[in-house]
């Protein structure tokens, strides 16, 4: 498609929207917004507790937010959002945070609907030709034809089978929660609920009630995608058959020996998103279903992941249920998911305050007294917005401000600082990896959601 009929397309349908505003639809030949008209349009949609958040605003939506988008293109039927940094594709991750952020500005309803249906088909595409277990993945990131060797559309029917954290319940909730799109959510029930059954049933494999990563493949790298790239917790990994199935060509070594908080806290988090979802579109047996899913999994954690001592959440051996350390900084994100008791929620608070989590930019991706941490290492000890953002929003939710205030204002002060980048060093504070990256934008969710006091970005009301 060509981009300029596309952009024009698009302002069309939303004239009083984003698109017509700003020219959200960027790319070659396309228009590129001015500074001023984007700095006019966030001023009418945003109250700045200082003229630094309101650069820093107008940053991450021009940086981060516009000019991301691109038009449909086979197999890609709706037009969608990349991150940044040459990764042509829309992945699970990135998307979603960048989805909350965007729908904050008027004009959207429509662009959100097909981005979220852009997974329903891949999930489709896959199930329709895949066998029966592998129906309902949504693979970690959904590619066009004109992608790259590595990230393309024409290799989507064997692509290695591996997902990504199973944000998309929270994402599409997100939304709803700003935008109030009843449409969006009946649109997206089915694919959501038959994603995280997907989850539970390929990730789960001893049915306990925790999940683990895995990949059709075989290729043990390519589980560790599913979540943090590198995280160490997962440095001994084994992939095995699936424990409930006979062995044969429908069985190979696709399934993780570890199960880890982070994956299992982000299932859990967009299981009770699903069922707010399910009881606003007036499906209570669905609602049910999630609850009960929901319940199983936070138990599960409470008992088998829960350390007094780490003072945290850890990952477990599949088979024995024996801790691994070290602590990683998914030990801290099942508050983002509500799995800690209050008293648990007091224990995390006070272990972030000592030596192995109080670094200079806070929070390391693992445990800073490891003998391999370093400041710098990807998901080895640098520090990653998202995962700050949701160990923050997590504090917040119980109550823990002045926990959530210490990282989230630590990592504000460094990006205004340094500019916003993948990730940081968890010493000096220097930008790591790619700049502006879309799932970044979180560190101005941070300022929204008030987890900063002295960083203030309020949403006007309508």
């Keep these: 498609m060509d981009r300029r009929k596309f952009l024009e397309g698009m302002a069309a349908a939303a004239t009083a929207g984003l698109a017509a505003q700003v020219g959200f639809a960027q790319g070659k030949g396309a228009a590129v ?75 959207h309803e429509e662009f959100v609907r097909g981005v979220y249906q852009n997974y329903w088909d891949a999930q489709a595409r896959l199930s329709a030709v895949k066998p029966e277990y592998a129906r309902g993945l949504v693979p970690n990131f959904i590619a066009p034809d004109s992608g790259t060797t590595e990230f393309t559309g024409k290799t989507w029917q064997t692509f290695p089978g591996f997902s990504q954290a199973p944000l998309l319940a929270w994402g599409v909730e997100r939304v709803f929660q700003r935008n109030h799109d009843l449409q969006l959510v009946r649109e997206s029930l089915a694919g959501l609920e038959a994603f995280n059954e997907w989850y539970w049933r390929e990730r789960d494999v001893e049915g306990v009630g925790l999940v683990t990563v895995g990949s059709y493949d075989g290729i043990t790298q390519n589980a560790r995608y599913e979540t943090y790239d590198n995280e160490v917790d997962l440095d001994t990994l084994k992939l095995t058959p699936h424990p409930g199935r006979p062995a044969g060509s429908d069985n190979g070594p696709w399934y993780g020996d570890i199960y880890i908080p982070a994956n299992t806290a982000y299932l859990l988090a967009s299981e009770a998103s699903l069922e707010r979802l399910a009881k606003a579109a007036g499906d209570t047996a669905m609602a049910a279903r999630r609850m009960a899913r929901h319940e199983k999994g936070v138990n599960a954690m409470r008992e088998h992941m829960w350390d007094e001592t780490a003072g945290c959440f850890l990952a477990v051996r ?11 900084v998914g030990a801290l994100v099942p508050l983002f998911a509500g799995v800690p008791t209050a008293d648990q929620a007091r224990r995390m608070a006070a272990t972030i305050r000592t030596p192995p989590w109080a670094t200079p930019l806070p929070l390391p991706s693992v445990d800073s007294h490891y003998k391999e941490y370093r400041s ?3 998901w080895r000890g640098d520090v ?42 968890s010493q000096t504070g220097a930008g790591l990896g790619v700049p502006n990256l879309g799932m970044s934008a979180v560190i101005l969710t941070m300022a929204i959601e008030g987890l900063s006091p002295r960083h203030r970005v309020t949403v006007r009301k309508a």
Excluded at 75 to 94: M, N, V
Excluded at 385 to 414: C, H, M, R, W
């Design 33 to 107: 917004p001015s500074r001023s008209e984007l700095e006019a349009l966030l001023a009418k949609h945003f109250t700045f507790g200082s003229k630094e958040m309101a650069r820093f605003t107008a940053d991450i939506y021009e940086h981060c937010l516009l000019g991301r988008v691109q038009p449909a293109e086979p197999p890609i039927k709706h037009a969608w959002l990349i991150p940044g940094g040459g990764y042509i594709g829309q992945w699970i991750w990135d998307t979603t945070f960048l989805t909350d952020l965007l729908v904050i500005l008027p004009g």
């Design 318 to 328: 599949r088979k024995t249920m024996e801790k691994v350390l070290p602590a990683t």
């Design 376 to 378: 710098f290492g990807f």
């Design 384 to 425: 990653w917005p998202s995962t700050v953002y949701q160990t923050a929003a997590g504090f917040a939710l119980y109550g823990e401000k002045d926990a959530a205030a210490e990282i989230a204002g630590k990592l504000l002060d460094n990006a205004l600082k340094v500019g916003v980048w993948e990730h940081y060093d």
